[in-house]
Protein backbone atom coordinates (compact mmCIF):
# COMPACT_ATOMS: atom_id res chain seq x y z
CA UNK A 1 0.00 0.00 0.00
CA UNK A 2 1.22 4.01 -0.65
CA UNK A 3 1.66 5.64 2.20
CA UNK A 4 -0.77 8.48 2.77
CA UNK A 5 0.63 12.10 1.82
CA UNK A 6 -0.31 14.95 3.90
CA UNK A 7 -1.42 18.20 2.27
CA UNK A 8 -1.81 21.48 3.07
CA UNK A 9 -3.87 23.80 0.52
CA UNK A 10 -2.99 27.85 0.86
CA UNK A 11 -5.31 29.78 -1.58
CA UNK A 12 -7.33 33.13 -0.88
CA UNK A 13 -9.94 31.50 -3.42
CA UNK A 14 -12.74 29.79 -1.88
CA UNK A 15 -14.02 28.63 -5.10
CA UNK A 16 -10.19 26.98 -6.06
CA UNK A 17 -10.16 25.36 -2.35
CA UNK A 18 -13.87 24.03 -2.57
CA UNK A 19 -12.74 22.17 -5.99
CA UNK A 20 -9.66 20.67 -4.88
CA UNK A 21 -10.55 20.10 -1.82
CA UNK A 22 -13.31 17.94 -3.69
CA UNK A 23 -11.06 16.35 -6.01
CA UNK A 24 -8.56 15.11 -3.24
CA UNK A 25 -10.74 14.07 -0.87
CA UNK A 26 -11.58 11.21 -3.55
CA UNK A 27 -8.10 10.09 -3.74
CA UNK A 28 -7.33 7.14 -0.57
CA UNK A 29 -3.79 7.91 -0.57
CA UNK A 30 -4.15 11.70 0.07
CA UNK A 31 -4.58 13.33 3.58
CA UNK A 32 -5.58 17.15 3.80
CA UNK A 33 -4.45 18.37 6.73
CA UNK A 34 -6.01 21.86 6.76
CA UNK A 35 -5.78 25.12 4.43
CA UNK A 36 -5.05 28.51 5.23
CA UNK A 37 -5.75 31.76 3.25
CA UNK A 38 -2.70 33.89 3.41
CA UNK A 39 0.90 33.68 4.32
CA UNK A 40 0.43 34.65 7.56
CA UNK A 41 -2.20 31.20 8.36
CA UNK A 42 0.22 29.08 5.84
CA UNK A 43 3.42 29.87 8.24
CA UNK A 44 1.72 28.28 11.29
CA UNK A 45 0.23 25.83 9.38
CA UNK A 46 2.65 24.50 8.01
CA UNK A 47 4.71 24.60 11.11
CA UNK A 48 2.32 22.71 13.13
CA UNK A 49 1.30 20.29 10.43
CA UNK A 50 4.72 19.12 9.02
CA UNK A 51 3.10 17.86 5.30
CA UNK A 52 5.09 16.49 2.31
CA UNK A 53 3.26 18.82 0.19
CA UNK A 54 1.99 22.50 -0.52
CA UNK A 55 -0.43 23.53 -2.91
CA UNK A 56 -0.33 27.67 -3.28
CA UNK A 57 -2.57 29.76 -4.95
CA UNK A 58 -0.66 32.05 -7.39
CA UNK A 59 -2.11 35.45 -5.55
CA UNK A 60 0.71 34.23 -3.14
CA UNK A 61 3.93 34.27 -5.18
CA UNK A 62 4.32 38.07 -5.19
CA UNK A 63 3.63 38.95 -1.98
CA UNK A 64 7.23 40.62 -0.43
CA UNK A 65 7.21 37.82 2.26
CA UNK A 66 6.93 34.44 -0.06
CA UNK A 67 10.34 33.73 -0.17
CA UNK A 68 10.58 33.54 3.99
CA UNK A 69 7.75 30.26 3.20
CA UNK A 70 10.13 29.25 0.66
CA UNK A 71 12.80 29.05 2.74
CA UNK A 72 10.43 26.86 5.23
CA UNK A 73 9.84 24.02 2.85
CA UNK A 74 13.44 23.73 1.74
CA UNK A 75 14.36 23.60 5.61
CA UNK A 76 11.85 21.33 6.18
CA UNK A 77 12.25 19.42 2.73
CA UNK A 78 8.38 20.14 1.59
CA UNK A 79 7.46 20.05 -2.14
CA UNK A 80 5.25 22.71 -3.29
CA UNK A 81 2.73 23.03 -6.40
CA UNK A 82 0.78 26.31 -7.85
CA UNK A 83 -2.45 26.57 -9.25
CA UNK A 84 -3.39 27.87 -12.19
CA UNK A 85 -3.36 31.78 -13.14
CA UNK A 86 -3.93 33.89 -15.55
CA UNK A 87 -0.86 36.07 -14.04
CA UNK A 88 2.51 35.48 -14.80
CA UNK A 89 4.69 33.37 -12.14
CA UNK A 90 7.55 35.37 -11.14
CA UNK A 91 10.79 34.27 -13.24
CA UNK A 92 11.96 31.97 -10.42
CA UNK A 93 8.52 30.00 -9.93
CA UNK A 94 8.13 29.24 -13.86
CA UNK A 95 9.88 26.19 -13.59
CA UNK A 96 7.32 25.12 -10.65
CA UNK A 97 4.62 22.46 -10.93
CA UNK A 98 1.00 23.64 -11.64
CA UNK A 99 -2.18 21.74 -10.45
CA UNK A 100 -5.33 21.94 -12.27
CA UNK A 101 -7.95 21.55 -9.66
CA UNK A 102 -10.12 20.74 -12.52
CA UNK A 103 -8.80 17.79 -13.37
CA UNK A 104 -10.45 14.05 -12.96
CA UNK A 105 -8.82 12.48 -9.51
CA UNK A 106 -7.02 9.84 -11.76
CA UNK A 107 -4.99 13.03 -12.77
CA UNK A 108 -4.94 15.00 -9.77
CA UNK A 109 -2.97 11.79 -8.82
CA UNK A 110 -0.99 11.73 -11.31
CA UNK A 111 0.39 15.02 -11.22
CA UNK A 112 1.02 15.23 -7.43
CA UNK A 113 2.80 11.73 -7.91
CA UNK A 114 5.28 13.30 -10.75
CA UNK A 115 5.58 16.11 -8.21
CA UNK A 116 6.31 14.38 -5.43
CA UNK A 117 8.87 12.36 -7.62
CA UNK A 118 10.96 15.31 -8.13
CA UNK A 119 10.64 17.70 -5.82
CA UNK A 120 10.81 21.55 -6.09
CA UNK A 121 11.77 22.52 -2.66
CA UNK A 122 15.02 20.56 -0.88
CA UNK A 123 15.83 20.20 1.85
CA UNK A 124 18.97 21.93 1.35
CA UNK A 125 19.62 23.33 5.14
CA UNK A 126 19.79 21.75 8.28
CA UNK A 127 16.11 21.08 9.81
CA UNK A 128 15.06 20.47 13.58
CA UNK A 129 16.26 17.09 12.91
CA UNK A 130 19.78 17.57 11.98
CA UNK A 131 20.34 18.83 15.46
CA UNK A 132 22.21 16.59 17.11
CA UNK A 133 21.72 15.97 21.09
CA UNK A 134 24.85 17.52 21.90
CA UNK A 135 23.32 20.51 20.04
CA UNK A 136 25.33 21.27 17.25
CA UNK A 137 24.28 21.76 13.66
CA UNK A 138 25.59 18.99 11.69
CA UNK A 139 27.40 19.23 7.84
CA UNK A 140 25.24 20.27 5.51
CA UNK A 141 25.73 19.22 1.38
CA UNK A 142 27.23 22.14 -0.71
CA UNK A 143 27.47 24.48 2.65
CA UNK A 144 31.14 25.27 4.36
CA UNK A 145 31.66 23.12 7.45
CA UNK A 146 33.95 24.29 10.40
CA UNK A 147 36.02 21.43 11.85
CA UNK A 148 35.97 21.47 15.84
CA UNK A 149 39.56 22.04 16.09
CA UNK A 150 40.33 24.08 12.94
CA UNK A 151 39.35 27.36 15.01
CA UNK A 152 40.97 29.49 17.63
CA UNK A 153 39.45 30.59 20.42
CA UNK A 154 36.30 32.69 20.12
CA UNK A 155 37.37 36.31 21.65
CA UNK A 156 34.81 36.57 24.93
CA UNK A 157 34.25 40.15 24.27
CA UNK A 158 33.35 39.84 20.52
CA UNK A 159 29.93 40.55 18.75
CA UNK A 160 28.54 40.31 15.15
CA UNK A 161 25.95 42.49 13.93
CA UNK A 162 24.08 41.60 10.81
CA UNK A 163 21.63 43.40 8.65
CA UNK A 164 19.69 41.93 5.53
CA UNK A 165 16.49 42.56 3.66
CA UNK A 166 15.43 41.26 -0.01
CA UNK A 167 16.98 37.76 -0.09
CA UNK A 168 17.88 38.08 3.34
CA UNK A 169 15.95 35.32 4.97
CA UNK A 170 17.80 32.38 2.82
CA UNK A 171 21.21 34.50 3.52
CA UNK A 172 20.45 34.01 7.05
CA UNK A 173 20.09 30.37 6.73
CA UNK A 174 23.68 30.09 5.46
CA UNK A 175 25.34 32.17 7.63
CA UNK A 176 23.36 30.87 10.57
CA UNK A 177 23.88 27.35 9.99
CA UNK A 178 27.55 27.15 10.31
CA UNK A 179 27.37 28.69 13.66
CA UNK A 180 27.90 26.66 16.69
CA UNK A 181 26.33 26.45 20.06
CA UNK A 182 28.39 28.57 21.63
CA UNK A 183 28.91 31.38 18.51
CA UNK A 184 29.78 35.14 19.66
CA UNK A 185 26.49 37.11 20.86
CA UNK A 186 24.91 38.03 17.09
CA UNK A 187 22.33 40.37 16.86
CA UNK A 188 19.88 40.92 13.47
CA UNK A 189 18.11 43.07 12.09
CA UNK A 190 15.98 41.93 8.61
CA UNK A 191 13.37 43.40 7.15
CA UNK A 192 10.32 41.59 7.34
CA UNK A 193 6.49 42.24 8.35
CA UNK A 194 5.08 42.16 11.46
CA UNK A 195 3.14 39.20 10.81
CA UNK A 196 5.98 36.67 9.97
CA UNK A 197 8.25 37.75 12.84
CA UNK A 198 7.82 34.77 14.77
CA UNK A 199 7.53 32.13 11.89
CA UNK A 200 11.02 33.67 10.75
CA UNK A 201 12.31 33.22 14.14
CA UNK A 202 11.63 29.50 14.49
CA UNK A 203 12.65 29.04 11.05
CA UNK A 204 15.91 30.28 12.10
CA UNK A 205 16.09 28.88 15.35
CA UNK A 206 15.47 25.08 13.25
CA UNK A 207 18.74 25.59 11.35
CA UNK A 208 21.06 27.22 13.85
CA UNK A 209 22.92 25.01 16.84
CA UNK A 210 22.81 28.37 19.17
CA UNK A 211 19.60 29.71 20.45
CA UNK A 212 17.46 32.06 18.32
CA UNK A 213 15.52 34.88 20.21
CA UNK A 214 12.84 38.00 19.34
CA UNK A 215 14.62 40.95 20.27
CA UNK A 216 13.03 42.34 23.12
CA UNK A 217 13.88 45.58 25.78
CA UNK A 218 16.01 44.07 28.20
CA UNK A 219 17.34 40.94 26.51
CA UNK A 220 21.01 40.23 26.95
CA UNK A 221 23.82 39.56 23.86
CA UNK A 222 25.31 36.33 25.39
CA UNK A 223 27.77 33.88 23.92
CA UNK A 224 25.48 31.34 22.28
CA UNK A 225 22.42 33.82 21.44
CA UNK A 226 21.26 35.10 18.33
CA UNK A 227 18.48 38.14 18.46
CA UNK A 228 16.83 38.81 15.68
CA UNK A 229 15.01 41.98 15.19
CA UNK A 230 11.80 41.79 12.57
CA UNK A 231 8.63 43.32 12.44
CA UNK A 232 9.66 44.30 16.44
CA UNK A 233 7.43 47.04 16.71
CA UNK A 234 10.45 49.38 16.74
CA UNK A 235 14.02 50.20 16.26
CA UNK A 236 16.47 47.67 17.74
CA UNK A 237 19.30 49.46 19.65
CA UNK A 238 22.26 48.07 21.52
CA UNK A 239 23.37 49.24 25.13
CA UNK A 240 26.64 48.91 25.70
CA UNK A 241 27.99 46.60 28.52
CA UNK A 242 29.22 42.65 29.42
CA UNK A 243 27.16 41.13 27.79
CA UNK A 244 24.85 44.18 25.86
CA UNK A 245 21.67 44.86 26.29
CA UNK A 246 19.33 45.09 23.66
CA UNK A 247 16.12 47.75 23.58
CA UNK A 248 13.58 47.55 21.42
CA UNK A 249 12.47 51.57 20.78
CA UNK A 250 9.60 53.07 18.81
CA UNK A 251 10.74 55.37 16.17
CA UNK A 252 10.34 56.84 12.84
CA UNK A 253 11.56 55.35 9.34
CA UNK A 254 14.99 55.28 9.34
CA UNK A 255 16.57 54.56 5.68
CA UNK A 256 12.69 53.68 4.77
CA UNK A 257 12.86 50.98 7.57
CA UNK A 258 11.42 50.07 11.18
CA UNK A 259 13.68 48.44 12.49
CA UNK A 260 16.69 49.98 11.15
CA UNK A 261 19.65 47.85 10.30
CA UNK A 262 21.59 51.64 10.49
CA UNK A 263 19.85 52.34 13.68
CA UNK A 264 21.21 48.81 15.47
CA UNK A 265 24.44 49.69 14.27
CA UNK A 266 25.10 53.12 15.12
CA UNK A 267 24.17 51.85 19.08
CA UNK A 268 27.22 49.59 18.73
CA UNK A 269 29.18 52.84 18.45
CA UNK A 270 30.26 52.69 21.59
CA UNK A 271 31.81 49.14 21.85
CA UNK A 272 32.67 49.51 17.83
CA UNK A 273 36.34 48.01 19.01
CA UNK A 274 34.19 44.48 19.60
CA UNK A 275 32.02 45.05 17.15
CA UNK A 276 32.24 42.39 13.59
CA UNK A 277 29.22 44.13 11.14
CA UNK A 278 27.97 41.96 8.01
CA UNK A 279 25.30 43.34 5.19
CA UNK A 280 24.06 40.96 3.18
CA UNK A 281 21.45 41.00 0.22
CA UNK A 282 18.60 43.83 0.22
CA UNK A 283 17.04 46.71 -1.49
CA UNK A 284 18.13 50.10 -0.59
CA UNK A 285 20.95 51.82 1.30
CA UNK A 286 20.04 50.54 5.13
CA UNK A 287 22.83 50.00 7.15
CA UNK A 288 25.41 51.25 4.94
CA UNK A 289 25.90 54.73 6.61
CA UNK A 290 25.82 53.14 9.75
CA UNK A 291 28.31 50.56 8.61
CA UNK A 292 30.62 53.62 7.90
CA UNK A 293 30.40 54.88 11.48
CA UNK A 294 31.16 51.53 12.60
CA UNK A 295 34.24 51.22 10.84
CA UNK A 296 35.56 54.29 11.31
CA UNK A 297 35.06 53.27 15.22
CA UNK A 298 37.24 50.40 14.95
CA UNK A 299 34.83 47.52 13.82
CA UNK A 300 35.31 44.64 11.21
CA UNK A 301 33.03 45.09 8.60
CA UNK A 302 32.60 43.09 5.69
CA UNK A 303 29.74 42.86 3.25
CA UNK A 304 27.88 39.98 0.64
CA UNK A 305 29.05 39.89 -2.99
CA UNK A 306 26.57 40.84 -6.16
CA UNK A 307 27.15 37.48 -7.63
CA UNK A 308 25.41 36.07 -4.45
CA UNK A 309 23.20 38.49 -3.97
CA UNK A 310 19.61 38.62 -4.35
CA UNK A 311 19.23 42.45 -4.35
CA UNK A 312 22.84 43.94 -4.70
CA UNK A 313 21.56 47.43 -2.90
CA UNK A 314 22.45 47.19 0.79
CA UNK A 315 25.48 45.57 0.26
CA UNK A 316 26.67 47.52 -2.83
CA UNK A 317 25.53 51.04 -0.98
CA UNK A 318 28.32 49.67 2.02
CA UNK A 319 31.08 48.70 -0.77
CA UNK A 320 30.89 51.98 -2.39
CA UNK A 321 30.96 54.09 0.19
CA UNK A 322 33.74 52.07 2.08
CA UNK A 323 31.86 51.11 4.87
CA UNK A 324 32.48 47.35 4.08
CA UNK A 325 36.08 46.06 4.46
CA UNK A 326 35.70 43.24 2.00
CA UNK A 327 33.21 41.25 -0.34
CA UNK A 328 32.32 38.40 -0.10
CA UNK A 329 29.97 35.25 -1.46
CA UNK A 330 27.20 34.30 1.04
CA UNK A 331 28.80 30.36 2.05
CA UNK A 332 31.78 32.13 2.81
CA UNK A 333 29.83 35.29 5.49
CA UNK A 334 29.45 32.89 8.48
CA UNK A 335 32.90 30.79 8.64
CA UNK A 336 34.52 34.37 8.09
CA UNK A 337 32.03 36.04 11.04
CA UNK A 338 33.08 33.26 13.34
CA UNK A 339 36.81 33.40 12.54
CA UNK A 340 37.42 36.67 13.10
CA UNK A 341 35.67 37.17 16.40
CA UNK A 342 38.84 34.30 17.05
CA UNK A 343 41.89 35.30 19.41
CA UNK A 344 43.50 35.66 15.82
CA UNK A 345 41.15 36.66 12.98
CA UNK A 346 43.31 35.94 9.75
CA UNK A 347 43.44 38.49 6.47
CA UNK A 348 41.13 37.70 3.75
CA UNK A 349 41.18 38.99 0.39
CA UNK A 350 38.26 39.65 -1.95
CA UNK A 351 37.69 36.59 -4.13
Given at each position: MSPIIPIVLVTSSPLALARLARGLGDLPQIRLCGNASDLSGAYVLVERVEPRLVILGPELLHHPDFPGL??????????????????????AMTGVPVLDPGQPAAALSQSITAALAHPTAQGILPSASAISSAGKALPTPGLPTIAPGSKSRTRPDRVILIGSSTGGIDALLRVLSVFPPDCPPTAIVQHTGAAFSDSLIRLLDRCCAARVLPAQSGGLLRPGTVIVGAGCG?????QSGNPPQVQVV?????????PSVDEMFRSALPFASRVTAALLTGMGRDGAEGMLDLRRAGADTLAQDEATSVVYGMPRAAWEIGAARIRLPIDRIGPELLARCAERPPETTEL
Open positions: LAMFRVMGITWMRLPSDIAAPPGHMRLPGAPVAGHV
